[in-house]
């Protein structure tokens, strides 16, 4: 099994709180980001892919937020808006369809050419060199996860103590646990499904609990653990943390 992601998932799983995986996602996407940000922008390799691919929205964004090389990044735009103007130019202009005249008769064609040129667009925009890296990552990381489970005591405990496992990265080890032999797989989904139902219905009393903060009869009684139920909820159905934060929702109270 490979050690350069045992460390990691071990790291991961010895912090308390949230999902474990989200907090290796999160470590491989910043390095990621850092990378892009980094040397590597110079790089002709690194320069040929994201001249073709670009970023993603959710990646463009971060990029944007991590305002360490502004340079490299306005290197890395230009060249890649020129690489897909030479790409998209020729072909959205001769899909411009002729006007059916007297002389010209018409011709369906143009239906098809226009489609393909906004799918050349679609698949454009929606390659990120960054979401490629990190799902190779993961793939490595659910790996590593399901083996340490059924060879490592301590790691053992400490997946079945997780506080959760969100959803998205739920998936992510059902999908593992389905490539594990039988019997390794009943122990390690046996504690994934603990672990699962247990947040369900701790999140489900919580937020009920934090309807019933409305009621004034109940407006002495202490929040508990109910006051940030709802973006506990939202971060393990989405596993994504970005607007979930307990301060946001404070600002728009
Ligand atoms: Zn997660
Ligand atoms: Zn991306």
Redesign the pocket.
Known sequence: MEKIYMIPVNDAYGESGGCPVCRLRDKAENNYLEYYLGPSLMEPDTRKITNKTG??P??MGKLNKAVTNRLGLGLVMHTHLKDFNEELNPKFKSAIPAKAGLLKGRNPDYKQKLNSVADLIEKRIST?P??DNLNDAMGHYVEVICWMFSHDKDFCEKFKKAEFHCLPHTVLLLRQASKLSQNEAADFVDALYSNNSQTFESLIANVEYFTLKFDYRNTDKPWGTSKNSIQRSMRFLSSDGRDFDEQQSKKQS
């Open positions: 970023f993603c959710v990646h990120c960054i979401c």
